[in-house]
């Protein structure tokens, strides 16, 4: 394989490492609980990048399957705790009601 | 064709980068939002278009699910990110304390503005002015 391109996918993989690093302390020392929300999403989102550069520096393209699945579960989370964080439910049967 | 794949994914790594630093400096959650909502939806797209090139080019493989993954992140950020707002708003979370403009506030607490907007609202204070004078 490309030497130019191991070398450039080696480095991506750190540098994203340390950017979920900073999710992961800002996902334990969120002041609120909608910080840790923000930081939970965007460390999904920030995986789904990183599985595709394992997936490339793997020469394997069976991984890709996983990163729409990963980007599928962190949207679903996220919309999860922030309705329950808003409403107390997930799920409304009554929409019309104030409570 | 390598040095564009290099291109996208350097990119997508220097652009969730700066995502990193503005969740972690930024002051309150409205502002973290920018930072995460913009910038390292945009080095994450970046990173699996450099992804999809590379299996383009190195094996003919027109990967369709990368790509939907890549239209999906692009749908879906900026609607998770407007949920995590609005619940946050709700459930009081309290902004920097330097910000000046909250619309959301003001057109919960005066509907009738809210049902006319801005340049209307200049027009009929206008018209109310020159009737008193």
């Known amino acids: 394989m490309n030497t130019f391109l191991d070398v450039v996918i080696i480095f991506s993989l750190i540098v994203l490492s340390f950017s979920m690093l900073g999710m992961v302390y800002r996902m334990i020392s969120g002041p609120t609980l909608h910080d840790k929300i923000v930081a939970l999403d965007t460390l999904g989102i920030m995986l789904m990048a990183m599985i595709a550069l394992v997936a490339i520096s793997l020469n394997s393209a069976y991984l890709l399957v996983v990163v729409l699945l990963v980007g599928i579960l962190a949207f679903i989370a996220t919309i999860a705790l922030a309705k329950y964080l808003e409403k107390g439910v997930i799920i409304e049967n009554d929409r019309d009601s104030d409570d | ?133």
């Open chain 2, 1 to 133: 064709m390598t040095s564009l794949i290099a291109f996208f994914i350097l990119g997508g790594a220097f652009f969730s980068f700066v995502g990193a630093v503005g969740v972690i400096r930024l002051p309150d959650i409205y502002t973290r939002l920018q930072a995460t909502t913009k910038s390292a939806t945009l080095g994450v797209m970046m990173t699996m278009l450099g992804a999809f090139f590379y299996f383009w080019y190195t094996e003919g493989l027109i990967d369709t699910q990368l790509f939907l993954a890549v239209l999906f992140i692009f749908t879906t950020a900026p609607l998770g990110a407007h949920m995590i707002a609005r619940s946050a708003f709700h459930a009081d979370v309290e902004p920097y304390k330097l910000t000046i403009l909250n619309e959301l506030k003001r057109d919960e607490t005066n509907p009738e503005d809210q049902i006319i907007g801005d340049t209307q609202r200049v027009q009929v204070q206008r018209k109310k002015d020159e009737d008193e004078s």
